[in-house]
């Protein structure tokens, strides 16, 4: 089971969190060999789940998540999600090729990777396999994103020194934080946490399994992108 059943997403702007403004904070500026282009063009993402696909993830790094979440995802194609058809025949289109920036043993590791895509025999639009381990329209991963702020609340190295050797601006750093915090804030009710940036909410969004597809099902876009869709018809999220 992919497809999660949007429901009608909450306004974004109703949790007051404003995008970032300086050019280094944009996901324009972590994106290479046409990720946006390519992630636009379909016009409504798969987004692959663990919980949802029932498969035991925890402890596997971001390349064995993609790899495993996309095999389960391409054997088994939920309903399309543009269509909303159950059981659609769904034809293997092209993958196209994206950077994945993920953090390994507390370093950071750059791949090239191949997103799968599928097209909807019925209504004819194609849709990109997109494992949870992947924010939409930029190259960092969740995992990447979450041990940098583990980092920097840490404090055993200065914030310049961090973003040196995470090889991130100061300012994509701080639009981190404030994401983080204000995403979490905005979903209290689905995570039972103290909605702040800290190392026992950090945990709790790792641990909580349940967590990335509930905000996408509650908000259309995904924990930790940048910008939401313009519309839930719009861009994939
Ligand atoms: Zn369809």
């Known amino acids: 089971m ?3 059943k949007r429901r009608k997403s909450v306004p974004y702007q109703s949790f007051a969190l404003s995008p970032p403004t300086h050019p280094l904070c944009r996901p324009s ?13 379909d016009t409504v993402m798969i987004r692959a789940f663990s919980l949802l696909l029932k498969l035991k993830t925890s402890g596997l790094s971001d390349l064995h998540l993609f790899e495993i979440l996309t095999e ?6 939920g309903p399309c999600p543009s269509c909303g058809s159950s059981f659609p025949a769904y034809r293997q289109m092209q993958p196209y090729s994206r950077f994945m920036i993920s953090a390994e043993n ?16 019925l209504c004819g639009h194609s849709h990109a396999i997109l494992p949870e381990c992947l924010i939409p329209y930029g190259s960092y991963t ?7 702020l583990e980092a920097y609340l840490s404090r055993k190295s200065r914030v ?18 404030h994401r983080f915090q204000n995403q979490l804030n905005a979903s209290r009710s689905i995570l039972d946490r103290v909605p702040q940036l800290s190392l026992t909410s950090i945990a709790s969004v ?6 990335l597809p509930d905000f996408f099902a509650r908000f259309g876009f995904s924990f930790l992108q940048a910008r ?3 519309s839930p018809s719009g861009p994939p999220s």
């Open 2 to 4: 992919l497809h999660i």
């Open 29 to 41: 500026a972590v994106l290479r060999t046409g990720d946006a282009l390519a992630e636009a063009s």
């Open 72 to 77: 389960t995802a391409l054997r088994c194609p």
């Open 106 to 121: 507390g370093k950071r590791v750059e791949r090239q990777i191949s997103v799968q895509r599928l097209r909807c025999s």
């Open 142 to 148: 969740v995992g990447f994103i979450l041990a940098v």
């Open 160 to 177: 310049d020194t961090l973003c040196d050797q995470w090889q991130i601006s100061i300012s994509t750093l701080y639009s981190w934080i």
């Open 206 to 211: 790792r641990a909580g399994s349940a967590f």
């Open 228 to 230: 939401p869709p313009a």
